[in-house]
């Protein structure tokens, strides 16, 4: 991103967090329909995941899914733009929970929560509301340019009770206080954005997938929690936990690493399937792909 596409994000999201939430949709679905017709690569991108992901879909159905995904992200963006000025007590009755006694239950452990998931729904929104009910809430994040977008990503998360690391060593020391003070920890693994994962088999097809996750939990007994977060058509939130994953040691750190990954992406690959029209990854996760 540019500067002047910076100042022109500012320009919209100053905007945006003074409308009411119902315009500021129907502001979000408007550009998103510029993005998903004119798009030179995030649309031929996000359509080829989707078709390895629903490889049953029709070419119809492909591009419905992808028109909806568009859609979604865009509400999503009018979320985090609205945040500066949002309130957590008014975002509590948007947010339905199934599966919270897996949450309690890995709290309870006392060793932190590792948070697992893919790029799929309005985390900032669960991650405020956790924020200031359970624990402080840990995110880690890709450092976006220019640097102003970052520190307004942080700040405004900031705000809310939510920590912003970025995927690099000084980040990870961070994130291992902070489940040591047993707080929340949200990470993604359906997209390698550092270029360190490792290679096995997504949806069937080799891809890079993070292993970070599952390193610290082998390393300090942090139980991983998969959880999936969407949108309901009454523009409220859905969060699901699943059963909590514990990583044993074998004495093989290597192959415990990627046992338990693996065990961790066949959840992921359950959340995408059952909805796909809200994964929004618009980036190369296979080879071939645009």
Not at 39 to 56: F, G, H, Q, T, W
Request: proline share 8%.
């Amino acid at each position: 991103m540019r500067e002047w596409q910076w100042r022109g994000f500012k320009v919209v999201q100053s905007i945006v967090e003074r409308l009411p939430r119902a315009w500021a949709y129907a502001l979000a679905v408007f550009a998103a329909r510029f993005a998903w017709w004119f798009s030179p690569l995030a649309r031929p991108r996000l359509e080829y995941n989707l078709k390895v992901a629903c490889p049953d879909a029709s070419p119809v159905e492909i591009r419905r899914l992808s028109w909806l995904n568009f859609r979604n992200h865009a509400k999503a963006y009018a979320d985090l733009m609205m945040l500066p000025r949002t309130r957590v007590v008014e975002m509590r009755p948007l947010m339905h929970v199934e599966g919270w006694e897996h949450l309690e239950q890995a709290r309870a452990i006392g060793k932190g929560v590792m948070v697992v998931s893919c790029h799929m729904g309005s985390y900032e929104v669960t991650a405020a509301i956790w924020s200031s009910t359970l624990a402080p809430v840990t995110f880690f994040a890709e450092e976006l340019e220019p640097r102003p977008l970052f520190e307004w990503y942080r700040d405004t998360r900031a705000r809310l009770g939510i920590s912003v690391l970025a995927l690099d060593l000084a980040g990870l020391r961070k994130v291992t206080h902070a489940l040591r003070d047993n707080e929340l920890v949200i990470t993604a693994i359906d997209r390698d954005i550092t270029g360190t994962g490792r290679v096995m088999p997504f949806f069937g097809r080799p891809a890079p997938i993070p292993t970070g996750p599952t390193a610290l939990a082998l390393r300090m007994g942090t139980p991983l929690l998969p959880v999936c977060v969407y949108r309901l058509p009454d523009d409220s939130y859905k969060v699901e936990g699943m059963p909590l994953i514990i990583a044993q040691r074998s004495g093989d750190d290597d192959a415990d690493e990627l046992r338990v990954t693996q065990q961790l992406l066949r959840q992921i690959e359950e959340f995408i399937r059952r909805h796909p029209e809200q994964w929004h990854v618009p980036h190369r996760i296979w080879e071939g792909g645009p």
